[in-house]
């Protein structure tokens, strides 16, 4: 029998086939719209030339404790979705991720490049846009749920990039437009509150999740989001709204508390979530993920006269050191044949959990009368011991004086928190060749491993390295995403200790979203490399240097710290040699060129003076300025081409040299000459 990924993989490998089968009707052949599925639901993403990028979310098998849930929507839109998008709010400017629509969702917003059309990767559908300066990166795949633990929901990831060379504030509003079987009008079900107008939660107040269906001892299907936990970004806003005003607004909208779901501007009820991540800065090169969950709802159903639905995590993680609480909620409806009378509804704990709040939270609840039909919902906040681990069973009781109880139990695994053990490598000692550290950059290698219970989320890696510098490209901080129990995640960083010596020091802190772990210092021994500035070999196309021939000789710097200026005047003995173009043959130094621009930025150089009767080249200035100082420099201050004359053994001196920090300070500097032999 084959396994869950190994069916899943087969599901999307026959749509892949099917997919590259398949061709359009239309006239200019456009591709069909793409798709992943697994035994629970199916992702879609639109593929054609208008709303390129746009998504939605259906079951294939659905809840498999459940029949009637197959083939199912849970975003309008289903085989060619277009009433969900993203907004990527820069400045003061809206962009629309995707490709420009002609319809109500979207219209007016800007829309940027395509940078990668809509692909399969392994079991993703990958997409990018370059939206004004930001690369947009959406990644859609199946994620476990929170309630169910099955991988029967949705993963939406949107990695943006900064590509300019300034910061930008940033957000993204990410709207979902529900949609359950046919019913487009559900409540949201937070906690205690089942939702049926426009209202809005906070970060500070923001429920772990929302579950939405129709009807509880009959669902067509049960939908949910996931807002806070694991490796999802919890928003900073939620609105329920109707979808019409959602978006008709590319950021803001027109938002009525109290206004029931009914679409703006018509007569039907369609109701929509708008989810924001504010505006931050972005600087330059840096990169932010968002995560949200979509998918199917994991609800523990007892039917009766009343239907009993229970809900919460699948799993928590709990011990000594840390205690996770969560919230369970229990869903209540008359399904008899009159009205209910004094109902209440009673939780039941295992000795592994207790009331967050006990002196404050009864575990009974009394609710009056329940009309035939009618649903109410009721919670509690509940937390492990930390006595111990394991699966438990917690029970909710409910009860009216004219029908008989009803009870559901709902299993909960209480697992070890994650805990993650470091290790970071790198040498013992650098060594010098070529009158540079070796090796350059330095390599330094962490392994975390996740040694705890449970899947660690949102990790990050910080070297400290006070002492040591970062090559362009390089960053302090590592984003590693999740790390799975018994699972290790690397991360490499490449430091430059150039103008530095000594036993120096680096560390690592990594941060989960559940706790912070340092590793222990790090120490490397750098050696002393005295500043220098000397004449380097020769260099010709042969392989000696012969009465007649051209050769170059460079003039180096090497372990300068903090630099900035060089004057130099060379001399040579005009008999043996001779530089035959005068300042033609001589090349500006590397050290006063700016390669990090594009194109290469030439930097304030003086042309030299050559005499050939006294052999000398006189003059020699470069300024790299104030604001382009090297923390160490390494390269050629000018580079002079000459015609060997006569054989027999020179000397290129460097009969005076001075060396300047950023501040022009004078840097002191050995000055090393070098003979050359002449056959």
């Known amino acids: 029998m084959l396994s869950l990924s190994q069916r899943t993989k087969l599901l999307i490998t026959v749509i892949m086939m099917l997919a590259v089968c398949t061709t359009s009707t239309a006239a200019d052949e456009q591709e069909v719209n793409l798709e992943i599925a697994n035994e629970y639901i199916r992702i879609i993403i639109n593929n054609l030339e208008e709303n390129m990028g746009r998504f ?12 009637g849930d197959e083939n199912q929507h849970l975003i309008y839109g289903g085989a060619e979705p277009w009433t969900s998008y993203t907004t990527v709010r820069i400045g003061n400017q809206n962009w629309v991720y995707g490709n420009p629509t002609n ?39 199946f994620a476990r749920s929170i309630t169910s633990g099955l991988m029967d929901t949705a993963k939406i990831e949107y990695q943006l990039v900064n590509t300019d060379s300034v910061a930008h504030m940033v957000g993204l509003r990410l709207v979902i437009d529900t949609m359950l079987g046919q019913n487009d009008g559900a409540p949201f079900r937070l906690n205690d509150r089942a939702i049926v107008t426009d209202t809005v939660f906070y970060r500070d107040q923001m429920p772990a999740f929302w579950q939405a269906f129709d009807s509880l001892s009959n669902p067509r299907v049960m939908s949910q989001g996931t807002l806070v936990g694991g490796e999802v970004t919890p928003p900073d806003r939620v609105y329920f709204s109707n979808w019409g005003s959602i978006v008709d607004g590319l950021w803001n909208f027109e938002f009525q508390p109290g206004r029931d779901f009914t679409r703006s501007g018509e007569f039907e009820l369609d109701s929509a979530i708008a989810m924001y991540w504010d505006q931050t800065p972005l600087a330059p090169n840096e990169t932010r993920t968002y995560v949200s969950y979509y998918g199917l709802g994991g609800v523990t159903i007892a039917p009766g006269e009343l239907s009993v639905g229970l809900t919460s995590p699948w799993q928590v993680r709990g011990d000594q050191r840390h205690r996770e609480s969560f919230t369970i909620v229990a869903y209540i409806q008359n399904t008899g044949q009159g009205e209910a009378r004094n109902v209440t509804a009673t ?7 207790e009331l967050v709040n006990a002196s404050a939270t009864p575990l009974k609840r009394h609710f009056g009368s329940l009309d035939v039909n009618e649903t109410i919902q009721t919670s509690w906040q509940v ?44 040498p013992l000692a650098l060594g010098v060749e070529n009158e540079r550290l070796s090796p350059l950059p330095m390599k330094v290698k962490a392994e975390i491993t996740n040694i705890g219970g449970a899947a660690a989320h949102n990790v990050y890696a910080v070297l400290s390295h006070p002492m040591f510098s970062l090559p362009q490209g390089e960053h302090a901080v590592k984003h590693l995403g999740t790390i799975e ?6 991360a490499v960083w490449h430091l430059d200790p150039s103008g530095v010596s000594g036993q120096l020091v680096y560390s690592l802190t990594v941060y989960s979203d559940t706790d912070r772990y340092g590793s222990d210092p790090n120490f490397v021994i750098v050696p002393y490399i005295e500043p220098k500035v000397f004449v380097g070999e020769p260099q010709t196309t042969k392989s000696k240097i012969t009465a007649g021939e051209y050769f170059s000789v460079p003039i180096m710097a090497t372990n300068i710290p903090d630099f900035r200026k060089a004057e130099l005047e060379i001399g040579f003995d005009p008999t043996m040699v001779e530089i035959v173009g005068r300042t033609l043959d001589l090349t500006r130094g590397t050290l006063f060129v700016d390669p990090t621009r594009d194109p290469a930025k030439l930097l304030d150089w003086q042309t030299p003076i050559v005499d050939n009767i006294n052999g000398l080249v006189r003059g020699i200035v470069g300024d790299r300025g104030s604001d382009s100082p090297l923390q160490s420099a390494y390269g050629t201050l000018i580079t002079i081409h000459f015609r060997a004359k006569q054989s027999g053994t020179t000397e290129i001196k460097i009969n005076d040299v001075s060396v300047y920090d950023s501040k022009l300070y004078p840097i002191a500097v050995t000055a090393v000459n070098r003979k050359i032999v002449i056959e």
């Open 56 to 67: 939605s979310v259906g079951t294939t098998g659905g809840d498999p404790d459940r029949v």
């Open 103 to 141: 319809r109500r969702a979207g219209r007016n917003g800007l829309y940027g490049e395509v940078v990668q059309p809509p692909t399969i990767v392994d079991d993703s559908l990958v997409s990018s846009w370059q939206l004004g300066p930001i690369l947009v990166t959406q990644t859609l795949t």
């Open 347 to 353: 939780l039941s704990l295992p000795p592994e959990l």
């Open 383 to 426: 937390i492990p011991t930390g006595n111990s681990s394991g699966t438990v069973t917690y029970q909710v009781q409910v009860d009216a004086e004219n029908s008989e109880s009803s009870i559901a139990n709902r299993n909960i695994e209480i697992v070890r928190p994650d805990y993650l053990d470091i290790k970071l490598e790198g």
């Open 485 to 490: 129990p018994n699972k290790t995640a690397q």
